[in-house]
């Protein structure tokens, strides 16, 4: 009994880590003003905690990506599972949903860049979003790479030129979803899916 006491101490105590953390990422204007000490007091744990959970401050911000990610590309991958979608469009789908995810965390991801994580290549969530992007171009027409052109494509929603074109130059949200939905026509050519290319569920 004392040790189903302690596990479920330790998953609320990581629940709460990760939300204080994400909150106080969230309501920075700097993600680099985000101390571990600002995170153990806002989730009610000692810092020692923190470092024995995550590691190190880029373990912990690894961590709140992954587990802010998880729901997003499950719902993608069932997506993708279900069909129903030309193959153009499943792919327009899943990039704009990572670009969304992007927009709405660039606090969070620029303090993953800043904690030391800015190469997305390392990432397990880069894996996870190049997998998805991949299998779905192999299903569009005239693709001849689809493994370089999923790497193409998701440097087009990279964290740094997210963070850049919203909150330097200003672009808003609508019109950066939309020249990626241009972006992608120009990869992949401007013609539709012809008839009988719809994956099979």
Do not use: C
């Not at 709405?104 to 390392?122: C, F, H, I, T, V």
Request: hydrophobic residues 45%; charged residues 25%.
């Amino acid at each position: 009994m004392a040790q189903r006491a302690e596990r479920a101490d330790a998953v609320r105590n990581r629940e709460a880590v990760l939300a204080a953390a994400d909150a106080l990422f969230a309501a920075s204007t700097s993600p680099k003003s985000v101390s571990m000490d600002d995170i153990a007091a806002a989730a009610g744990v000692g810092k020692g905690t923190l470092f024995r959970r995550f590691g190190d401050r880029a373990g912990l911000i690894g961590a709140l990506i992954a587990s802010r990610l998880e729901p997003l590309q499950q719902a993608v991958r069932e997506a993708q599972e279900a069909g129903g979608s030309a193959a153009r469009q499943r792919v327009k789908d899943l990039l704009d949903a990572a670009l969304r995810f992007k927009i709405e965390n660039r606090n969070l991801m620029s303090a993953a860049e800043d904690a030391g994580l800015s190469s997305p290549y390392q990432a397990e969530h880069y894996g996870s979003w190049h997998d998805l992007l991949r299998v779905a171009l192999t299903q569009v027409p005239g693709v001849r790479d689809a493994d370089f052109t999923a790497h193409a494509l998701l440097a087009a929603i990279r964290a740094d030129l997210v963070v850049h074109l919203i909150d330097d130059l200003k672009m808003t949200s609508e019109d950066l979803r939309s020249s990626l939905a241009a972006h992608i026509d120009n990869v992949l050519g401007d013609t539709s899916d012809p008839p009988g290319t719809r994956s099979e569920s």
